[in-house]
């Protein structure tokens, strides 16, 4: 390959010659061999943090350190032992913890390949879509708006481009392009006019490219490997869980503290015995769990929506999903099914009905409810169908081997107008082999409309152009919304002849729109105009005026089967859901109303020039107070609508699919892309696509990230409630003179060993029935709130405390124990009594476990062996149980007596009755709901 910036200043025809391709492409055989010589088009990534030092981050952290501290302070206790239990706790920590984050990153990693980034290039003499990583040098790409550009390549060929340089300029506003060579200019490669690059995308207008440089050889390459870090925030909800684990944390050392005074000075133990109880109060109580669980409910959650066809493209995305107000949504293929289907077409002031559904071109036309023949409807609609197919990129491909039925490349709605022309007989790739495309001015958000520009080289169809001096002349096709078309037009297409457009006829077109409108169809209008320029300036001001009127396509897109529901799921959720879409106003009102967005008599229908004129104050009014949907609107309105809703304290959700959707994405707290119809620039700027680009995914994936936020409190309870039976009996101990009732060691092989594979089982557990019946959770709401401490500590927490006491006495007295009676550490009566409460503690939080499993409803709701993971879990805990008690040399460094067969009867209801009264205490809860709600 020659010096790039040559290649700038050769003329288009020369630029072919030099990078030794064609105007049909690269021939298949000539792209692999070019994929094996210049390898795939990808930008290496730099090492990441090895994995050796992202394991021994484990061992520093905060809660680490806390642990570290503690085993310190036991061997210069003299108590070894119990220094090395904890250091077995920070090790084991610390392995789970680094086992947890490899397989988030993996799981990452494979989200990312998921969405692959495809590029259209002509190869073979047709237009194919191909992964962007199978770009290599010569291959002539097309470009449209919305796209990113994946290799650096030379344009040949431009419409109206401009394109996004912020990657190297900075420059938000997008710079043209043109295809022109630049002569011998003195510019750096950045500044060439005619290139464009990898990394950037497609503000406005297309064009073809042939690519020059991929890989690493890119300017992005070489940017990128010098600038490549790797910097991921803490989420707002790692970032609560975080603080509350040190919030604990730092109780637990107050705990340990005061309980260390009192053993000294009230119970009068010896100061090693005292400060040996309290460093297992403090080691018992560090949540090093939570960050690990956390980082467990994301990614298993992810996993999930991902099945559901949601990609969240960042684990912190689902919880703020969990908490949306407000689901800001586009109408088309996001509501409804993106299958456009011609169901009427309007010309000559007549009405002709169009049958057959999908993209097969088997169908038929009737007129008054009677059918007409393929040639009759093609002479009679030769006029719009030319300019609906001549004023169209999409493309139709037969069915074959690989596909068995019609498939099509491009906008569904374009390709619904093909499939209307095929249906008629008329063969528009014939009639195309007389005329040439010379320019198009590409669809506008803003003006609502798209032209192609085309030289006839024969004698024209339309009567007043069949001169034989205007054999070769040029015409441009024009079509767009209704009303914004109609506008430009100063003449109507009737009988065969261009005639004088007046007041009448143009209200009589209007007319037929709002009566489409009304029956929820998508109409198009289109026009042509004779020679629409003499200076070959092809510019929208040029172009576009003095239209001649040609007819009206109307489309049925029909809801999704699922939408109506989902909605319904959403308000009861108590989630709005504002409908924003650029269709008409009347189609959207009657899209909304049968899936059930609006339902009251008085629905406010803003446009795009309501919002233009209308204040702040106003407009949060009306999305206060009032049933509105927005309709005609331009991405700039959807930016003002989210920035309106958040500064309301709204959590918004905002989906999109176009390039100038992006500021409205990243605007909103949850912007949503399409995964289909979406550009490469709204899924980049989005926090999550749908694969499937349906409204209902959405509302699926709220509930998941409803569901991450309560298995996290479901696992604080969890944590927390143990805390009570391991501090009573020691409170008992020190008021009450009686053997020690539990040991450091026990308290840490709890939570060691017994409680960490329950405890994450709880992350992993399915959103609760009632989860989407709930409002959204306040921004005030904080995992550690009063509910969350009251069930925790004052109810499961006092009730497990006091099974513990009742074995813990239970084994004393049955030995001949009575108050009073001096005991001393390490006799076998108060190993075997410590060991009792040991096990008393399992059982009851056997009971809390499955207990938790649900915050509001009852577990036998959602099943009692619905979550296998709980189920492992507590077999995984009953055999550490049995091991720690009866593996002699386990026993021996925990401190355990052998217990009888009698003493595991005795706490066998234990978690029955943890369970049951749980269960008893959420059914009061729902009855003083209901009564309240009733109220």
Not at 61 to 83: K, R
Not at 566 to 576: E, F, T
Request: aromatic letters at 8%; one cysteine or more; proline letters at 4%.
């Amino acid at each position: 390959m020659s010096d790039n910036l040559s290649i700038a200043r050769l003329t288009p025809d020369k630029v072919f010659a030099e990078l030794n391709t064609a105007r049909r492409g690269l021939t298949t055989a000539e792209a692999q061999a070019r994929l094996e010589e210049y390898g795939a088009n990808r930008i290496p990534e730099l090492k990441k943090r090895s994995l050796v030092w992202s394991f021994l981050a484990n061992f520093y952290h905060t809660f680490a350190l806390l642990l570290w501290f503690s085993a310190v302070l036991a061997f210069v206790a003299a108590m070894p032992e119990l220094g090395w239990a904890i250091i077995g706790v920070v090790v084991i920590n610390a392995l789970f913890s680094f086992w947890q984050e490899f397989k988030a990153e993996k799981a990452t990693e494979a989200l990312k390949k998921m969405v692959p980034q495809f590029a259209k290039v002509i190869r073979d003499g047709d237009m194919q879509q191909i992964l962007a990583a199978e770009l290599v040098p010569g291959d002539l790409i097309v470009l449209e708006e919305g796209d990113s550009i994946s290799a650096d390549a030379r344009l040949i060929e431009e419409y109206e481009l401009r394109c996004n340089n912020a990657t190297f300029t900075g420059e938000s506003e997008p710079a043209n392009r043109t295809a022109d060579a630049i002569g011998q200019k003195e510019i750096t490669i950045l500044e060439a006019p005619n290139f464009v690059f990898s990394g950037t995308s497609i503000a406005a207008g297309g064009g073809k490219a042939i690519v020059f440089a991929t890989g690493e050889e890119t300017q992005f390459g070489h940017v990128a490997l010098l600038t490549q870090t790797v910097h991921v925030d803490l989420s707002p909800l790692q970032k609560e869980v975080k603080r509350v684990a040190l919030i604990v944390a730092f109780l637990a050392i107050a705990v340990g503290g005061a309980l260390f005074v009192a053993g000294y000075s009230i119970a009068k133990l010896a100061l090693a015995d005292a400060a040996i109880f309290a460093i297992g109060m403090i080691v018992a109580n560090v949540p090093e769990g939570l960050l690990p669980t956390l980082s467990l409910a994301l990614a298993a959650a992810v996993q999930k929506m991902v099945k559901e066809n949601a990609l969240v493209k960042k684990l912190s995305s689902v919880e703020t999903l969990g908490s949306a107000t407000v689901i800001c949504t586009d109408k088309t293929g996001t509501l409804t099914q993106n299958e456009m289907t011609v169901r009427k077409i309007w010309t000559n002031q007549e009405e002709i009905d169009v049958l057959g559904v999908g993209y097969d071109p088997a169908g038929s036309f009737t007129k008054d409810e009677q059918p007409l023949e393929a040639t009759d409807a093609a002479e009679r609609l030769s006029a719009v169908l030319k300019a609906s197919s001549y004023c169209n990129n999409a493309r139709l491909s037969a069915p074959n081997e690989e596909k068995p039925g019609w498939t099509i490349l491009g906008d569904p709605t374009e390709a619904a107008l093909l499939v209307a022309t095929r249906k008629a007989g008329y063969d528009y790739m014939a009639a195309m082999e007389t005329e040439t495309r010379l320019y198009e001015l590409p669809f506008e958000s803003i003006r609502k409309r798209m032209s192609a520009i085309h030289t006839v080289h024969d004698v024209a169809r339309f009567p007043e152009a069949g001169a034989k001096e205007k054999a070769t002349h040029e015409v441009a096709y024009i079509k767009g919304a209704p009303r914004e078309v109609i506008d430009l037009c100063t003449h109507v297409w009737i009988n065969g002849k261009a005639e004088k457009l007046t007041d009448a006829a143009r209200n009589k077109i209007l007319e037929r729109n709002d009566t489409f409108a009304r029956e929820a169809l998508r109409v198009l209008a289109f026009a042509y105009r004779e020679n629409p320029t003499k200076e070959k300036n092809y510019t929208v001001e040029a172009v576009e005026n003095n239209l001649t009127f040609v007819g009206l396509m109307a489309m049925i897109d029909p809801p999704r089967l699922e939408v109506e529901e989902a909605v319904k799921k959403c308000q009861r959720a108590h989630i709005r859901v504002i409908m924003i879409t650029g269709d008409y106003g009347l189609t959207a009102e009657s899209i909304a109303r049968r899936i059930g967005i609006v339902k009251g008599e008085n629905v406010r229908i803003l446009t795009g020039t309501d919002l233009d004129k209308m204040e702040n104050e106003e407009l949060d009014h009306i999305l206060k107070e009032e049933e509105v949907l927005f309709a005609r609107v331009a991405p700039d309105h959807k930016l003002l609508i989210a920035t309106r809703l958040k500064e309301m304290g709204e959590v918004v959700a905002m989906t999109g699919d176009g390039v100038n959707d992006a500021p409205a994405l990243k605007k909103a707290d949850i912007g949503v892309a399409m995964g289909i119809a979406g550009t490469d620039v709204a899924k980049e700027a989005a926090d999550v696509i749908l694969l499937d680009d349906n409204f209902a995914t959405i509302v699926n994936a709220i509930s998941e990230g409803r569901a991450v936020y309560d298995n996290i409190k479901k696992f604080i309870v969890y944590i927390f409630a143990h805390l009570g039976p391991e501090a009573i009996p020691f409170i008992i101990f020190i008021l009450f003179r009686t053997p020690l009732p539990i040991t450091p060691m026990q308290i840490i092989a709890i939570d060691l060993g017994t409680e960490t594979l329950p405890a994450l089982a709880l992350g992993v557990e399915k959103a609760e029935p009632d989860i989407m019946q709930r409002p959204p959770r306040s921004n005030k709401d904080t995992l550690l709130n009063k509910s969350v401490l009251f069930r925790a500590y004052l109810f499961i927490g006092l009730i497990e405390g006091a099974l513990v006491v009742l074995a813990y006495f239970w084994v004393l007295l049955r030995s001949g124990w009575h108050m009073g009676m001096v005991i001393p550490i390490g006799h076998p009566l108060m190993v075997e009594a410590s060991t009792m409460s040991f096990l008393a503690i399992v059982a009851t939080q056997v009971g809390t476990v499955v207990a938790c499993r649900t915050n509001r409803e009852s577990v036998f709701r959602i099943g009692l062996f619905s979550n296998p993971w709980i189920i492992w879990g507590l077999v995984f805990e009953i055999g550490i149980t049995i091991a720690l008690i009866y593996v002699p040399p386990v026993a021996k460094f925990f401190g355990m007596f052998p217990l009888g067969w009698h003493d595991w009867l005795f706490v066998a209801p234990f978690p029955f009755v943890v369970f049951f009264a749980e269960e008893a205490r959420k059914w009061f809860s729902r009855r003083r709901e209901v009564a309240n709600t009733s109220v």
